[in-house]
């Protein structure tokens, strides 16, 4: 089920946490609000849930305006950071609870809420839990039902909160290749919150990133990653270096730094006017090769091998530079000429 | 208002799910309480509580602010300077500091075996502390006063040494120390066993020694709770009417507490008179707290 | 516990110093009760409680009870749900207010009733007129009663709400619960042990109550008198056992409030 959501704002006394959202999610999607902490993703998840309440702004979901139905009526699937299960119900009450709370008319007799639970425990592969509490049940488990509940609601549109915030790191990964292939096989519209950008990267068709109530940019994995839309994201995904330079005659210039300068040919993007700009390199976006010690301008510091490379701090200047570098004769303390290849720059 | 007695509940700070004051301002009819929220019952909840304060608390309280001044200012002093009146609140007043500054070693050394000390019957006396908190406090007057009249189980031994306790002053503050007992010892409980052990340890590795640790480590930490538990209990002492009025022989002049000139007044119907003797118990215990508070505050340099 | 002798040695030393307090200081009164109560033997301390005003005491503390617990936890319940699932002005205000009658003495709790509903009160010569009586009299006693056992219940729960947080209200919300459906089916399971623990310390002192209802009782025996304010007519006519019968009864609520206070706490930390 689509979501549009159009200049949506909220404060919080005098913190803005969203301002002027524009979003739109097809049905069948799988998108992730990624952002920092405080950056307003949460709170956007909970606008959309009715659980919060925006200041301006539409939201539409199934083409439907929300505005004024309460989150009991809005019939949308919410995951919770901490999962938020009834904790005097038993795994089978908690799944249970959203069809048991329905109107008379609407409510399924009790055999059949008891085989829609079963059926759904056994799809999130935990039938054999059903009698225990959320208490009596590891991390990965809870999370599974606090799923299996959300969904048991047949909700058009789930939302999950830092679903994966809780776990650790070996449970995390099993589980996000799972929540992937669940969200095809039920054919759900799914947003998600996530301060892990690896995460976002392995699940979502498209990633919003957030910064500071704005969406920064919204787009593909692969195009977040190699087009940042600015400097917040580029500084945000993919762990780059970030320097100060110059932008002029075509080429970028470190000075004072000792790099030699980069060609404007050779660099993914820059922006149109020459000036004070920021540029972002990636760590295997480096290149360094040993030299005399009157020729070096860099010192690696420390090198340990990376799947078939080698992973390298080198210290130019007073900084220290994270490469990631192709086998080489480099080793610890070897003086060494330091190059990039390219470079993302963003008017500073 | 009693500030000190708040520290019970934990107040978190702003939760971000706040809603301002503004949102309120442009909401449809009917909504208002939605705006707060998701969570409905605010209205409801809100009106049920303010009716249940108002009409139980704050309406009476207000009877009591107001008709002292029915006597006039002067006749307000005239009322409140009597010799037995001015007797009263000395004793209510220096009777329930000295009963609590007496109790607080007591309440330390209970908390403290209560925290460290791990041993069968624990959990028992654990709950005997909460005993003057549950004991009727008629039940604990009488009790007290069969205990410490001059021929009861520890009246008589103390009367062969001289000392009398039932129907005398010491009486009123014996009975104002066993009220305010558990105030002490679950004010600072909790702060004790937050405690980390580690600062001791360490302490103990830089080679003090246990009454050094003590003293240095222990006692400053403690020291906010000791002074919020010693303002607790002394606010109850003061205002302690039922464990006291059995033992205290109740002698105007000498063992005669404030409530009790109120229950006094109350039965020759000079209600205002009543009525100045509480005003006067209830502002002297907030200025009181307000100034253990206050100190509470300069031992916590924040 | 750990270190060398001297350490052991004052740890049994605090522990043996602790024990002796609580037994002597503490300990001895409740037994001292109980020996007086049964200093003539079973017999007469049974028939000081068969007694028809003893009875007719304990009959109307346990109405006064039953009036007043309820009221006070449902106002409790109400408080604690709007200051702990709502910001709004004045909230910090509202959670001050409902300690307040702890801070105030229970003498004063009675008198603020009579400045109102006496004879000589600001409604007493209306109440008059119309044959209404309120002080001296069951209304009396039940609002003293309130006034003193007031925030009990709202303050074993708000601690507990306000740590628990509103997110499984949320998810029932969000899971198309009703705020009934929410309330009964989620907070209350989630709190019935504070909640009980409160209704039942509420329900102590409610029983046990003594200076505020006896400002506003009048002491009409058989009609208004407590069971606490029937031990100290008995005391004053030096009928020490029965006296001592009714006192001892009313301990034992206390302890029985005590146990199962201790059992409620065991019982999921508290939830």
Redesign the interface.
Known sequence: MSVIIRGLSRRFGSAQALQDIELSVRAGEFVALLGPSGSGKTTLLRILAGLDFADGGTVQIGGVPMEGVPARRRGIGFVFQNYALFRHMTVFENVAFGLRVRPRASRPPEAEIAARVRRLLERMGIPELERRLPEQISGGQRQRVALARALAIEPPLLLLDEPFGALDAAVRHGLRRWLRELHNEMSLTSLFVTHDQEEAMALADRVAVLQAGRIAQIDTPEMVLERPANAFVAGFLGQAARLPAMLRDGAVDFAPLPLPPLPREALVSAPDRDGPVQAFIRAHEWRAEPAAPGQANAVLRSARPSGGMLQADIALGELTVEALLPAGPLRAGSPCLLRPLTARLFPA | ???A??T?????A????????S?ALRT?PG?LA?????????G???????F??SA??????G??LL?PWELGVSGLWRSLSEPRVLAALRLSFLGALTASAVTLP?GL??A???V????PGR?L????????????????????T??YAPN???GAPLAALGVKVAYTPLGVILAM??VG?PFIVRTVEPVLRDLPREAEEAAATLGAS?PQILWRVVLPALAPALLAGFAMAS??A?????SVI?IAGNMPMVSEI???V??TR?EQ?D?AG??AV?LA??AL?FLL?LALNLATRFWRPV | MHGGRSSLAGTLLLRGLAVLVLVLFLGLPLLAVLAEALRRGAGPALAALADPDALASIRLTLLVAAITVPVNTVGGLAAAWCITRFRFPGRALLLALIELPFSVSPVISGLVWVLLFGSAGWFGPWLEERGLQIVFALPGLVLATLFVTFPFVARTLIPLMQEQGATAEEAAATLGASGWQSFFRVTLPQIRWALLSGVLLCNARAMGEFGAVSVVSGHIRGETNTMPLHIEILYNEYQFVGAFAVAALLALLALVTLAAKMVLERRGGGA
Not at chain 2, 116 to 119: K, L, N, P, Q, S
Not at chain 2, 238 to 242: N, V
């Open positions: 208002m009693m500030a007695c708040s019970a509940f934990t107040s978190r702003a939760d971000a799910m706040a809603a301002p004051p949102a449809r909504s939605s705006r707060r929220g998701p969570l409905p019952g605010f409801l909840s809100l009106g049920v509580a303010l249940w304060l139980l608390v704050l309406i009476p309280l009877a009591l008709r007591f050394l209970l403290w075996v209560l460290r000390d791990r041993f959990r006396l654990d709950a005997m502390v909460d005993l003057p908190f549950a004991l009727p406090t008629a039940v604990a007057g009488l009790a007290l069969a205990l009861g189980w520890l120390a066993f007992l246990r606010a109850r003061i205002g302690e009417y039922g059995f404030a409530p009790l109120i229950v109350l119907f209600y009543a009525a509480g118990m209830l215990s707290l």
